[in-house]
């Protein structure tokens, strides 16, 4: 009798892509597959679900992969909304710069979304927050920026917030911030870094 040849596959047994919903739930499911690509197109496809934009957000610090979050930062400003900027604002005290960064760039796409919290950042306790919200403006376009950034340079008691909104005024170049900017370099009259980012703010304003 003739031997019989015993496959080498004898036992093994192929394992199955998991299978998830086609909603909703099933994207936000596949943000925690294994596969980098897998979470990368469930964040892009996220984006016809704006009603699902806090979860993503809550998804963004476990997210390792920065091209996973670049896809998920790119879906939440297409959606924008309150959710969207209530999701974000938390990342300004975020530990990583990547995630600050980016909610920071996404935030200051959505002016008119964000524009209703810039005066309570502007007020935080935390110095950080308040110069990431200045830095924030500078990419900001709303009628407030002017405003927001005079209410720093008169009335912001840490010297580092200060001195992040003269940059920021700087490029903005509005003579309207001359003189909140000559409020800024009195108040701070001793301190020479102070003084000069003043004067490199109005020689711009001056030459805009």
Same mark, same amino acid.
């Given at each position: 009798?003739?031997?019989?040849?015993?496959?080498?596959?004898?036992?093994?047994?192929?394992?199955?892509?998991?299978?998830?919903?086609?909603?909703?739930?099933?994207?936000?499911?596949?943000?925690?597959?294994?596969?980098?690509?897998?979470?990368?197109?469930?964040?892009?496809?996220?984006?016809?679900?704006?009603?699902?934009?806090?979860?993503?957000?809550?998804?963004?610090?476990?997210?390792?992969?920065?091209?996973?979050?670049?896809?998920?930062?790119?879906?939440?400003?297409?959606?924008?909304?309150?959710? #969207?900027?209530?999701?974000?604002?938390? @990342? $300004? &005290?975020?530990? =990583?710069?990547?995630? /600050?960064?980016?909610?920071?760039?996404? !935030?200051?796409?959505?002016?008119?979304? #964000?524009?209703?919290?810039?005066?309570? @950042? $502007? &007020?935080?306790? =935390?110095?950080?927050? /308040?110069?990431?919200?200045?830095?924030? !403006?500078?990419?900001?376009?709303?009628?407030?920026?002017?405003?927001?950034?005079?209410?720093?340079?008169?009335? =912001?008691?840490?010297?580092?917030?200060?001195?992040?909104?003269?940059?920021?005024?700087?490029?903005?170049?509005?003579?309207?911030?001359?003189?909140?900017?000559?409020?800024?370099?009195?108040?701070?009259?001793?301190?020479?870094?102070?003084?000069?980012?003043?004067?490199?703010?109005?020689?711009?304003?001056?030459?805009?």
């Amino acid at each position: 009798m003739g031997l019989k040849k015993i496959s080498e596959n004898v036992g093994l047994r192929k394992i199955a892509a998991r299978d998830y919903g086609r909603d909703g739930q099933g994207l936000l499911e596949q943000l925690n597959d294994p596969d980098v690509s897998t979470r990368r197109w469930a964040a892009r496809d996220l984006v016809q679900h704006p009603d699902l934009m806090a979860p993503l957000c809550e998804a963004l610090p476990q997210e390792r992969d920065l091209s996973v979050r670049e896809v998920m930062f790119t879906t939440l400003s297409q959606v924008g909304g309150q959710a #969207v900027v209530q999701g974000l604002l938390p @990342l $300004l &005290r975020s530990e =990583d710069p990547n995630l /600050r960064n980016g909610a920071i760039e996404t !935030l200051s796409g959505l002016p008119d979304d #964000v524009g209703g919290s810039i005066d309570g @950042l $502007l &007020r935080d306790a =935390d110095v950080d927050v /308040r110069i990431f919200t200045v830095n924030l !403006l500078g990419d900001l376009k709303h009628p407030r920026v002017v405003d927001w950034l005079s209410h720093s340079l008169k009335n =912001d008691v840490h010297v580092n917030v200060v001195a992040a909104a003269l940059e920021v005024a700087a490029e903005v170049g509005s003579e309207s911030l001359r003189p909140a900017i000559q409020s800024a370099r009195s108040r701070f009259g001793g301190d020479p870094f102070i003084g000069f980012a003043a004067d490199l703010a109005e020689q711009r304003i001056q030459g805009s």
